[in-house]
Structure formats: C-alpha cells, structure tokens
C-alpha cells in the first residue's frame, strides 16, 4: 500500500473546493442578475456553507448563510477560471481527436480575447504567444497548463505549483461509468 496521506479529510475538503467553485461560477450570472433586480437598499442572498457544529448530532451539517451581493473579485475570477480549466485538462483524453486538440487551443485564444478582465485577457495573450498550446495528449496538456498557471503565479508574485504533482492535484472527476470522460467525435469519424 502506498504512503497515506496525513490528512484523511484532505480529498473531502479538495471535493468541496471543487464544488464550490464549479457553483460559483455557474450561479455567477444570476447573482448579477438578483442584485440588479434588487431595490436600492442591498438585500443579502442567501449561500450554502459547510461547518461542523458541536452541538449537532452530525459531524458535519450544512446552514445557510447570509451573504451580501457583490461582483465577483479578479482573484475569485481567477480561480475559478483555473479550476474549470485544470479539471479540463484532467479530463483530456490521452489520444485527442484532431477536433479536440484545436478546440482546447481555441478555447485558450478565446480566454485571451473575452476574459472579464482585460488586463488578466492581456496578459494571457502574451503569456500564449510565449507558450504556444502543447494538447497532442492528456500529460502533455496538464503539464502545459501547469507551466503557464505557474508562469502566472511568477508574475503575480506567487508560490509555484509542482507540476510533477498535477494528477494527484486535479486528477478526474470521479463520475459513474466515466460519464465525465471526454468524448470524441461520433464513431463515423476517423483520426488518420
């Protein structure tokens, strides 16, 4: 049996984080949408948080929160962003089709034209034009996308991220019958 980890809660707390995020960006556009709706004075919304409560029978309960309305932060953008696209790397398949390797690069061009934040959009572009998009399997992917986030981290003076660690990190998504796998083009399709 291999080293266990220190922490037995670390891959929960991991989970939730994904979670999180995932909802977060998800409900990003009705938050907007509820706080413009709102009258002048600034109604909370509510939001799901996870704690432990002592005097629950339940280690681990769920309460709801209130939380003030307000535009998502650059930094809470960011990670989003990179949580959506490190899940996608780890759910890259390792022999691409040739659609999905130009949809992945696309995808990364896109980013560096329609980001929220256009100075995080131009810098992308420049981080891009030095890392051009490596995609020809899944390794190569996440080790791509781990240099570039870390080439980001650099210029935002923080700590880097070992990418020999990347799959142990943001391994896949764990899904019933590899329902989260990404699919190839339909059988009629042939990669030379």
């Known amino acids: 049996m291999g080293a266990e980890n220190p922490n037995p809660f670390q891959a929960l707390f991991q989970t939730v984080e994904r979670f999180s995020n995932c909802v977060q960006t998800h409900l990003a556009n009705f938050t907007q949408q509820a706080h413009r709706s709102l009258p002048t004075k600034k109604n909370p919304l509510i939001s799901i948080s996870s704690s432990t409560n002592a ?3 339940a280690t681990n309960t769920h309460f709801l929160v209130k939380k003030p309305a307000a535009p998502v932060t650059k930094e809470e953008l ?4 990179w ?3 490190h899940t996608l790397a780890a759910q890259y398949p390792e022999n ?6 130009k949809d992945v ?8 034209r329609m980001y929220p934040c256009q100075e995080c959009a131009d810098h992308f572009k420049e981080v891009l034009r030095a890392n051009p998009v490596m995609a020809r399997s ?9 240099h570039v986030h870390n080439v980001v981290n650099r210029s935002l003076g923080k700590l ?3 990418c020999e660690r990347v799959d142990a990190r943001w391994g896949k998504l764990d899904c019933e019958q590899r329902g989260c796998d990404l ?5 009629k399709h042939i990669e030379p």
Do not use: N, V
């Open 183 to 187: 699919q190839g083009a339909t059988s």
């Open 55 to 57: 005097d629950s029978p």
């Open 160 to 162: 880097i991220f070992p």
């Open 96 to 101: 691409p089709t040739r659609q999905q390797k």
């Open 83 to 85: 949580t959506f696209l």
């Open 138 to 146: 899944h390794d190569e992917f996440s080790q791509w996308l781990c």
């Open 78 to 81: 960011g990670r989003a962003t």
């Open 105 to 112: 690069k696309e995808l990364m061009s896109i980013l560096s």
